[in-house]
């Protein structure tokens, strides 16, 4: 079978040679399914759906499973869940059929799963945050009911962001057809705008969150290593003493 640069190579040899060939040939020939490139989002999409399958069934039969923190978990598993057996192959189809209705639903799925898993991990982050920086107030601001409100949140803002990209897909066009300069505006500024709201803040986000959490666990550490090791204290003031002297001899050698 040939691949899509042969045919590439190929087609462009003909039209050196015969008739020239016509946009809905062209995207007929560079059709079709391709092993190289392929077979690789099939082998992601199997573990995929079957580690996240399991997540949520396990959430589901257990009892104890079911807190505040495995919901979120489990609504982030719902979402890698459909990457696997709805963006993925939708992905596949565009390659192997190219049609325009299939490719614009995949590109919709795919920003549509992309903003929730990310904001799925900047909600986990948050609730791990809260529970260790301000564990004796988890509680009480962590509850079932605002939980859901933020999941509910997070699905709502990328279902918006996945709907917005309608704007500018015209269903009438060609797959390898070029948008209009307008839409291409449209594009750079929606594109520029989530790369900021849903890759950069996030990052910033987190790297602060997980900053202090490990200040935190670091401090809480020293503090229990403090009280409940015995002695630590005189050992402490020994060790002072002992520089302090060391300091002294230092200091008389380099006097003499």
Sequence with gaps: METQGSLATRNCSNCSTSDPVTGHEFEENMSGFDAQNDVVPIAIAIPIIAVNCWVISLVCLKRSLRTVTNYILTSLALSDLWTGMISIPLFLCCNIIQETEICTAAMLFMRFTSTSTVLHILAMTTDRYICIVYALRYMTWVTKRRVLHVIAAI?????????????WYDMNEGVNEEFSPENKKKIIIVDS??????????????????????????????????????????????????????????????TE
Aim: hydrophobic share 45%; aromatic share 14%; charged share 15%.
């Design 155 to 167: 699905w709502a803002i990328s279902l918006f962001v996945m709907l917005v990209q309608l704007e």
């Design 193 to 254: 705008i989530c790369f900021f709201a849903f890759v950069g803040l996030p990052v910033m986000v987190m790297a602060y969150t997980y900053g202090r959490i490990l200040y935190e666990v670091h401090r809480q550490s020293r503090n229990i290593q403090r009280h409940n090791t015995p002695g630590w204290q005189e050992t402490k003031k020994s060790t002072r003493q002992e520089w302090k002297v060391a300091s002294v001899f230092m200091t008389s050698v380099h």
